[in-house]
């Protein structure tokens, strides 16, 4: 019997990935230091394979965050009764790119709200010449 991804699974590689991109650490170098190939990183930061515990707090520990660091913005259980606002696919899957993170980086370092407004205008106005 084969288990399926579930959308935390890809939610806590999506964080896997950005996490390690904003070390700077390669797949490879994160691989050598978890004693797997960069594939299985790759698998892992898909949510194609899931990590387990053991190993969740393993990379936690090699990417410098604590264990909730996967978490946060994760979609809530089916099963749970009270909702909580999940981050958006499309957010997680924008900040584990090397663009959306370089971007995100240098806009939270805009000092001035009126040049991030202005920015966020311009980024709009382009979407909408596609």
Known sequence: MTKSSTPIDKHVGARVRMRRMMMKMSQTALGDALGVTFQQVQKYEKGTNRIGAGRLQQIAGLL???????????????????????????????????????????????????????LVQLAQELANEG
């Not at 996967?70 to 749970?80: D, K």
């Not at 790119?97 to 806009?107: C, Q, Y």
């Open 64 to 118: 410098q965050v604590p264990i909730e660091f996967f978490f946060e913005g994760a979609p809530a259980p089916q099963h749970s009764g009270r909702s909580r606002e999940a981050t958006p696919d499309y957010v997680s899957e924008f900040l584990a790119t090397r663009d959306g993170l370089a971007l995100t980086k240098a806009f939270v370092h805009i000092k001035r709200p009126a040049i991030r407004h202005r």
